[in-house]
Every structure is written in structure tokens, then in C-alpha cells.
């Protein structure tokens, strides 16, 4: 559906938000997202994309309510320890396609559908699920907060903001593909 050009990957490269070494530190950060008077909605999800974000929350006893998995790191398998905590997640489990350097029509349905879910959701994903970062700041209410990793710094917080959202929208338009039915499947 959506393809990364060469042309934008350099915009990738700086993080969105702050980045955290400490899972305490982004977790408060997190919190203070949620509760923000401009920014706070009762339905403010967490969203983790990438496996050792999602790890990490898990080890410091917070569930994503959505969380986006492809079993790597840095492109690498990830180890068996962390890969084993990660195997019987919580909640519901949808399976996607999405080759690197795309954004699938599967990926960007399942992100929609997550963040609309009761219950946390975990979205595992066969190819890549590195760019879910920008569908998941749209699809998800104001207030929530996106969480990436960033190759060695650590993991980012994305706070869901209009500007945020401006900046995501932004960035998608400018892949090649058909963005005006993906701003539609993710309501962004």
C-alpha cells in the first residue's frame, strides 16, 4: 500500500520524542501524557512497536494495550529469553504481512482495529514492523503515547499530540502509494 522512498529515510534517523534508558523513567513520562489537561481522553493508549520496547514494558509490569512485534532487533532474531516472554502475550493476537520498508493495508487494519480493542492486542508481524510507528500516531487517540525503540540510544516516546499528528501525516504523504485510503484505514 505505502512504500518508504529513499528520499525520506534520512527523517527517520532523528528520534520523534525524548528517549528513555530507564523503562520507570518513560513509564512516568507515559503517565503524565495520559493525564496532560490539553492532551488527556480516557481511552489514551500505550503503543509499542518493536520487541524490546514491548519487553521491556512487560519486565516492568505494564502491558502495552497495543503492541507490534516481528521478532527482531536491529534486524537480528532476537534472543530466546526475550522471544520466549513475548510468545504468549495477553489479550487478543492478529498475524500480518508487511515487507520492510512498507506499510501493508493488513498492517495499517490490524493497527486500526488494536487501538479500538477492549482488550490489548498484540500485532505480530511477518517482514517488518519498523515504519508502524507513524500509522499508530494516527490511529491512536490524543493523549496515548507511542513508544519505538531507537537503535542504540534507547526507546522513544511519542506523545500523541495535534502537532505529533500533523508531523505523521506529513511524513506518510510523501511515501510513494496510494496515502489517501491509508489516512482512511486509520482514520488519521
Do not use: C, W
Not at 520524542?17 to 513520562?29: F, I, N, R, S
Not at 503524565?32 to 512487560?58: F, K, N, R, W
Not at 498475524?95 to 486500526?112: C, I, T
Request: charged share 25%.
Amino acid at each position: 500500500m505505502l512504500r518508504l522512498p529513499d528520499s525520506l529515510r534520512d527523517a527517520f534517523k532523528e528520534p520523534f520524542g525524548p528517549v528513555y534508558t530507564e523503562t520507570e523513567a518513560l513509564l512516568t513520562a507515559v503517565d503524565e501524557t495520559a493525564a496532560e489537561p490539553e492532551t488527556a481522553t480516557s481511552d489514551a493508549a500505550l503503543v509499542a512497536v518493536g520487541d524490546m520496547v514491548t519487553y521491556h514494558l512487560l519486565e516492568a509490569g505494564r502491558q502495552p494495550d497495543v503492541a507490534v512485534i516481528d521478532g527482531k532487533t536491529e534486524r537480528e532474531a532476537v534472543d530466546e529469553a526475550i522471544a520466549d516472554a513475548l510468545a504468549d502475550p495477553d489479550g487478543l493476537t492478529h498475524r500480518v504481512s508487511n515487507p520492510p520498508a512498507e506499510l501493508s493495508e493488513a498492517m495499517l487494519v490490524a493497527l486500526r482495529e488494536a487501538i479500538a480493542a477492549a482488550e490489548p492486542v498484540t500485532i505480530i508481524v511477518d517482514g517488518e514492523e519498523d515504519l508502524a510507528t507513524l500509522p499508530a500516531i494516527l490511529a491512536a487517540p490524543r493523549g496515548s503515547s507511542v513508544i519505538y525503540g531507537q537503535p542504540g540510544a534507547g526507546m522513544v516516546q511519542v506523545a500523541v499530540t495535534e502537532a505529533q499528528t500533523a508531523e505523521a501525516r506529513r511524513l506518510l504523504a510523501e511515501f510513494d502509494g496510494d496515502t489517501a485510503a491509508a489516512l482512511d484505514i486509520i482514520g488519521g
